[in-house]
Nanobody
Framework: QVQLVESGGGLVQSGGSLRLSCAAS????????MGWFRQAPGKERDFLAA???????IYSDSVKGRFTISRDNAKNTVYLQMNSLKPEDTAVYYC?????????????????WGQGTQVTVSS
């Protein structure tokens, strides 16, 4: 059974940093793109970043320069380093895996999802 488990969320002050992790189990995703999304209350789930097997990555404009996505294929894990956090970054953060190629930004293009981890940034 495939599982994605996020960790590392929490409460942080504005300007602070957090590092999210997403560990996959049940199968190996080394050859597939993995991504991070977030969803604030009452809003749609938004794309943040994605990385493919060769570590090519893309970012949304809202986090470019502040967030860094990386992956450790040996650990079947993807990370999201978040710096210079702002109150508007408050949301539930999800990781996802796409069973295909490319680096899409649409939620519908990803096939497995984690349960999410809450990030709250206080002002």
């Amino acid at each position: 059974q495939v599982q994605l488990v996020e960790s590392g969320g929490g409460l942080v002050q504005s300007g602070g940093s957090l590092r999210l992790s997403c560990a996959a189990s049940g199968r190996t995703f080394n050859n597939y793109p993995m991504g991070w999304f977030r969803q604030a209350p009452g809003k749609e789930r938004d794309f943040l970043a994605a990385i493919n097997w060769s570590h090519t990555n893309i970012y949304s404009d809202s986090v470019k320069g502040r967030f860094t996505i990386s992956r450790d294929n040996a650990k079947n894990t993807v990370y999201l380093q978040m710096n210079s956090l702002k109150p508007e970054d408050t949301a539930v953060y999800y990781c996802a895996v796409r069973l295909g190629y490319g680096l899409p930004i649409a939620v519908s293009e990803y096939h497995y999802w984690g349960q999410g981890t809450q990030v709250t940034v206080s002002s």
